[in-house]
């Protein structure tokens, strides 16, 4: 059974940093292509960063356009665990913040890209 569980939300004031975790389990983690979504009130989950399959000792991410130099998306793979750090946080990030898992082999952007999902960790940032 996979099982996704993010940590790391929280409360934290515009231009300040949080760390998100995704722990995996039930899954062979390198063999695993790992995004964050985030979901406000109202809003259709969108897509934040993701970090592809390996090849070799390359891993490549992708950045939605509005969390650009400011989010690094990264992973551990001896721990089964992938990261989110946010810098530069701003009201416009408040949402919750889910990890996903995928098995597609490349670029993995959108929800229908993933199959499993973490329950979410909630981030608030204020102004």
């Known amino acids: 059974q996979v099982q996704l569980v993010e940590s790391g939300g929280g409360l934290v004031q515009a231009g300040g940093s949080l760390r998100l975790s995704c722990v995996v389990s039930?899954?062979?983690?390198?063999?695993?292509?790992m995004g964050w979504f985030r979901q406000a009130p109202g809003k259709e989950r969108e897509f934040v960063a993701a970090i592809r399959r390996s090849r070799g000792s390359t891993y490549y991410a992708d950045y939605a356009d509005s969390v650009q130099g400011r989010f690094t998306i990264s992973r551990d793979n001896a721990k089964n665990t992938g990261y989110l750090q946010m810098n530069g946080l701003k009201p416009e990030d408040k949402a919750a913040y889910y990890c996903a898992g995928s098995v597609v082999d490349g670029p993995a952007v959108s929800v229908k890209d993933y199959r499993d999902w973490g329950q979410g960790t909630q981030v608030t940032v204020s102004s």
């Open positions: 039930g899954r062979t983690f390198s063999r695993y292509a």
